[in-house]
């Protein structure tokens, strides 16, 4: 998600500051995605220059209050319905990872794999622990990552297995 469209769907919801979207967003997303308060003015401030969003007055505290306008919601609603293509997602570390180790000289591939699984399965007490007690949205958001880490955990088990059977097992 990009910060851009995670802040439009707050602002969505009504008129917000940067540190509200910014507590907010962190709050919908389990915390797993923090925010710069930087981040949050520097992405509103590109937003209002392209019509997404509108600066209301200053409250009393001096704080501008920042509002979606009908071009927001458009570019909303364009992101809500467009699938998330799989190639749009950032690279996956790990994969390169696994990959070099299995051609680079003197590494023990088995145990990149298993220093992994390790560290993916306390990822995954840590995350059922403090998926307990979350609210809705935060429980998705802890969901997918248990989904992803039990998908990592599985394709561990299958580069264990090529690993096994291959000839070039580690070098």
């Given at each position: 998600?990009?910060?851009?469209?995670?802040?439009?769907?707050l602002?969505s919801?009504?008129?917000?500051y940067?540190?509200?979207?910014?507590?907010?967003f962190?709050?919908?997303t389990?915390?797993?995605?923090?925010?710069?308060?930087?981040?949050?003015?520097?992405?509103?401030?590109?937003?209002?220059?392209?019509?997404?969003?509108?600066p209301?007055?200053?409250?009393?505290?001096g704080?501008?209050?920042y509002?979606?306008?009908?071009?927001?919601r458009?570019e909303?609603?364009?992101?809500?319905?467009?699938?998330?293509?799989?190639?749009?997602?950032?690279?996956?570390?790990?994969?390169?990872?696994?990959?070099?180790?299995?051609?680079?000289?003197?590494?023990?591939?088995?145990?990149?794999v298993?220093a992994?699984?390790?560290?993916?399965?306390?990822a995954?007490?840590?995350?059922t622990?403090?998926?307990?007690?979350?609210?809705?949205p935060?429980?998705?958001?802890?969901?997918?990552?248990?989904?992803?880490?039990e998908?990592?955990?599985?394709?561990?088990?299958?580069?264990?297995?090529?690993?096994g059977?291959?000839?070039?097992?580690?070098?």
């Amino acid at each position: 998600m990009s910060i851009r469209h995670g802040l439009l769907a707050l602002l969505s919801q009504g008129a917000r500051y940067g540190y509200q979207l910014r507590a907010e967003f962190e709050a919908s997303t389990g915390a797993t995605w923090p925010l710069n308060i930087g981040q949050v003015y520097t992405t509103l401030s590109r937003m209002e220059r392209d019509g997404l969003v509108a600066p209301g007055e200053q409250d009393e505290q001096g704080r501008v209050v920042y509002a979606i306008t009908e071009s927001g919601r458009s570019e909303l609603e364009r992101w809500f319905s467009t699938p998330i293509v799989q190639s749009d997602r950032p690279r996956d570390e790990l994969v390169i990872k696994l990959a070099m180790a299995v051609t680079a000289p003197g590494v023990d591939v088995r145990g990149v794999v298993q220093a992994q699984r390790s560290a993916t399965m306390r990822a995954l007490q840590t995350l059922t622990r403090a998926k307990r007690g979350a609210d809705l949205p935060q429980r998705l958001v802890y969901d997918s990552m248990i989904f992803q880490a039990e998908a990592e955990q599985r394709w561990l088990d299958h580069c264990e297995a090529v690993l096994g059977a291959s000839p070039q097992e580690s070098q």
